[in-house]
């Protein structure tokens, strides 16, 4: 039942959001917008299969429409802006906040999603710091968000998400490799961050 309302407001809330990928990726064309909204309605829509009415709900829901911008920011420009990744911290930790004291072991979650954000954002920065062609300071910043939501679900979630991430990322780029018939050339790795995370909750919560 939730999932059936929340994919008609995720549609509306991604052709809400699709023109602020403009400033980045510049004309946002009828065709994107409404692939912004579809994708946007499908996570709303999984999240809401698998989460039902919980308190982290809000928090999911945030992430998933800011993740939804970003990935396709990424994919047009290999770039995740500050404006989405930064405040994203403040914002989910306060919707986490929030629904710690009607979840079940809700301190301790909230300390999870603490630790995973910082271990997360720690494994990032030094993969930039020793390989700085490997991966971009957007997908560092990113990482920390992305550790604070799968921290809350415990470590099982943050382990798969981040081994997800990585799987995908390495398929994504032997395809390119492929595609291109060279190792050499950048490839968005925001998208495959998105996704390893999203897998790696809907496994979770249910």
Same mark, same amino acid.
């Given at each position: 039942? +939730?999932?059936?309302?929340? /994919?008609?407001?995720?549609?509306?809330?991604? $052709?809400?959001?699709?023109?602020?990928?403009?400033?980045?990726?510049?004309? /946002? =064309?009828?065709?994107?917008? !409404?692939?912004?909204?579809?994708?946007?309605?499908?996570?709303?829509? @999984?999240?809401?299969?698998?989460?039902?009415?919980?308190? /982290? @709900? =809000?928090?999911? %829901?945030?992430?998933?429409?800011? #993740?939804?911008?970003?990935?396709?920011?990424?994919?047009?420009?290999?770039?995740?802006?500050?404006?989405?990744? $930064?405040?994203?911290?403040? &914002?989910?930790?306060? $919707? !986490?906040?929030?629904?710690?004291?009607?979840?079940?072991?809700?301190?301790?979650? *909230?300390?999870? *999603?603490? &630790?995973?954000?910082?271990? $997360?954002?720690?494994?990032?920065? /030094?993969?930039?710091?020793? +390989?700085?062609?490997?991966?971009?300071?957007?997908?560092?910043?990113?990482?920390?968000? %992305? #550790?604070?939501?799968?921290?809350?679900?415990?470590?099982?979630?943050?382990?798969?998400? @981040? %081994?997800?991430?990585?799987?995908?990322?390495?398929?994504?780029? &032997?395809? &390119?490799?492929?595609?291109?018939?060279?190792?050499? #050339?950048?490839? =968005?790795?925001?998208?495959?961050?998105?996704?390893?995370? @999203? +897998?790696?909750?809907?496994?979770?919560?249910?």
């Amino acid at each position: 039942m +939730v999932a059936f309302v929340l /994919v008609p407001l995720g549609f509306v809330t991604g $052709l809400l959001m699709a023109p602020m990928a403009a400033p980045y990726t510049g004309d /946002v =064309p009828r065709r994107r917008r !409404l692939l912004m909204a579809a994708t946007t309605a499908a996570v709303y829509g @999984l999240l809401g299969w698998r989460a039902g009415l919980s308190p /982290v @709900l =809000p928090a999911l %829901l945030y992430l998933a429409t800011v #993740g939804t911008v970003l990935a396709f920011i990424d994919m047009r420009v290999k770039r995740l802006p500050d404006r989405f990744t $930064l405040p994203s911290y403040g &914002i989910a930790a306060v $919707l !986490l906040g929030a629904a710690a004291p009607f979840a079940g072991d809700g301190l301790s979650r *909230a300390e999870h *999603a603490v &630790i995973g954000m910082a271990a $997360l954002f720690a494994i990032y920065a /030094v993969q930039a710091f020793a +390989v700085p062609s490997g991966i971009g300071l957007g997908d560092v910043k990113l990482s920390g968000v %992305l #550790g604070l939501c799968l921290g809350w679900f415990g470590q099982t979630a943050w382990v798969t998400g @981040l %081994l997800l991430t990585y799987l995908l990322g390495g398929c994504a780029a &032997i395809a &390119i490799m492929v595609v291109r018939r060279s190792r050499k #050339g950048e490839f =968005p790795f925001g998208p495959c961050m998105l996704a390893g995370t @999203l +897998v790696a909750v809907l496994a979770a919560a249910g």
